[in-house]
């Protein structure tokens, strides 16, 4: 008797293709080149910017609020965290970023439940602790509701535990990440490292008084786990 | 007709195009126009759209304008539209002129509103399938969305998982090192064209693709010849557990591996305990 005959094996349901081919036509999209426009497209300098041009950061982080990060340089395109409690050293909270596209990729992302773009999709493997004065340093947008954040938090739990949101929110998710070439791999290299790169920078140019908080670095040499692993922490 | 500083600010500062004078408006919903046609013809390719279409696909600049000052509100108050805020904050880190820094940070912003038109309006050149190549056609859609065992509890579903195991072992064992760091590159999704996996791999890219195309070859042909005649959904379910084996191993082999490159060891730095109280 075969293998076939004593297994049952089925093959991905249809809305993972679908899911998964909207996910990589946006990929591509994101992957186009976007050399700067030449700026004789734009009029010389026109002076200055009037005083008060700004609105300033909001300095009391709370759970549930969404956030939207300073610019740090001229490259940087909108990121958006939701900040979900508080975690890692004293003064941190824990944050879990959007997606910049709009279709979950993996099983640990996940539909946000709201249709503005830029907050569609939560990047849950992405979770990370930033330290409140870093956070001081961003605007408040919105809150999730009580229902989104516990909708939130329910999905972190199970995405530490097993790597993927509850099964009833399977279908809010992104499909399975297997194959080594897959291009997701790519996005998620590239989408952690914008994170800690906007983090980092966001921390070290407001370093004047030494006080480290935020949580990433210093061990990146001693990581017990690749990215792919969800042991390293618990809820 | 370019717009000026102070149609920005003006913008900025009457929260809405609709309640600035009539000549900014004018300026500003050209220069939405402007970019939504830029950024239109760049994505073009990975769409089913005709190039002679994309000059009548653009939206008349009252359209554009708008599709712009929503794409990241998340409500209607000033709180909600922080983006504007965004777009301001860039000139102090730019050396750029004021002007030129809002600018390059509103085209940005259109970028997205563009990808995200086009992920509405359009499908993808190719038809959707399972055959589909990706990226570069090394894999298709079919490839990473594979078949999965069922009854994943059952002693059979076990016994596959063991052998699919015990396949990915003794294959591991006969990679080189080379192989290995090529492997390791491709999970971490590092370019195999990176300087330092490179070096890691002593070898040049071309070799390093050639070393990591075989070793895929020779997982599939392995897999086909031991379990040929168990069906198409079989053996894309059995490689794919040997992939997940696989993976697991070559980070364990990473974890005791010197000289390999800081770019495999992720961004994510420390993880600390997550306290949610649910």
Not at chain 1, 131 to 154: F, P
Not at chain 1, 204 to 221: C, F, G, K, M, P
Not at chain 2, 216 to 241: P, S
Request: glycine share 6%; proline share 5%.
């Amino acid at each position: 008797m075969g293998l076939s005959d004593r297994l049952n094996i089925g093959r991905q349901e249809g809305w993972q293709a679908e899911r998964l081919t909207h996910w990589l036509l946006e990929w591509e999209l994101l992957q186009e080149p976007q050399e700067k426009i030449a700026s004789a497209e734009v009029n010389a300098s026109e002076g200055e910017l009037p005083e008060g041009c700004v609105a300033s950061p909001d300095a009391d982080v709370e759970p549930g609020q969404i956030r939207l990060m300073m610019p740090q340089g001229d490259d940087d395109g909108l990121l958006f965290l939701a900040i979900v409690g508080e975690g890692g050293d004293e003064g941190a909270v824990f944050c879990v970023p959007f997606s910049p596209l709009s279709e979950p990729a993996t099983p640990d992302e996940l539909l946000s439940g709201r249709d503005t773009p830029v907050v569609r999709v939560f990047c849950l493997w992405n979770t990370r602790s930033v330290a409140l004065r870093v956070l001081c340093e961003s605007w408040i947008v919105d809150r999730l509701t009580a229902d989104e954040l516990k909708r939130l938090k329910r999905a972190l739990l199970a995405c530490e535990q097993t790597g993927s949101v509850p099964d009833d929110l399977r279908r809010e998710a992104g499909p399975p990440l297997i194959h080594p070439e897959d291009p997701r791999r790519l996005y998620r290299r590239i989408e952690r490292n914008r994170i800690h790169n906007c983090l980092i920078r966001e921390h070290t140019s407001r370093a004047a008084d030494n006080v480290i908080l935020y949580t990433i670095e210093s061990e990146q040499q001693k990581l017990p786990k690749a990215a792919e692993d969800h042991d390293t922490y618990e809820i | 007709m370019k717009p000026h500083l102070k149609d920005w600010t003006e913008w900025k500062k009457f929260c809405a195009r609709a309640l600035c004078p009539e000549e900014t408006q004018q300026r500003l919903g050209r220069f939405a126009v402007s970019r939504f046609g830029i950024h239109l013809k760049r994505h073009l390719s990975v769409t089913n759209l005709a190039p002679a279409d994309a000059q009548r696909q653009l939206p008349p600049p009252e359209d554009a304008w708008h599709q712009f000052e929503t794409y990241a509100a998340l409500t209607q108050t000033r709180q909600g539209k922080r983006y504007k805020d965004w777009i301001f904050a860039r000139v102090q880190h730019s050396d750029r002129s004021p002007l030129d820094t809002i600018q390059s940070g509103a085209t940005l912003i259109i970028r997205d509103v563009v990808r995200a038109y086009l992920r509405k309006e359009y499908t993808p050149r190719t038809t959707v399938s399972l055959d589909r190549p990706i990226g570069d056609g090394t894999v298709t859609l079919g490839d990473l969305l594979p078949g999965f065992v069922q009854n994943e509890d059952s002693p059979e579903a076990t016994e596959f998982d063991l052998l699919a195991a015990k396949h990915a072992e003794a294959l591991f064992q006969t990679l080189s090192r080379r192989e290995r760091v090529g492997l390791l590159a491709k999970y971490a999704g590092v370019s195999l064209e990176s300087s330092d996996v490179l070096a890691a791999a002593d070898c040049g890219k071309s070799t390093l693709n050639q070393a990591v195309r075989d070793l895929m070859r020779r997982l599939r042909d392995g897999v086909v010849r031991e379990y040929g005649d168990e069906g198409h959904n079989t053996i894309m379910a059995f490689t794919a557990l040997m992939l997940q084996h696989l993976e697991q191993i070559i980070y364990f082999w990473k974890n005791s591996e010197k000289g390999l490159p800081d770019s495999f060891y992720g961004g994510e730095g420390k993880r600390e305990k997550l306290k949610v109280e649910s």
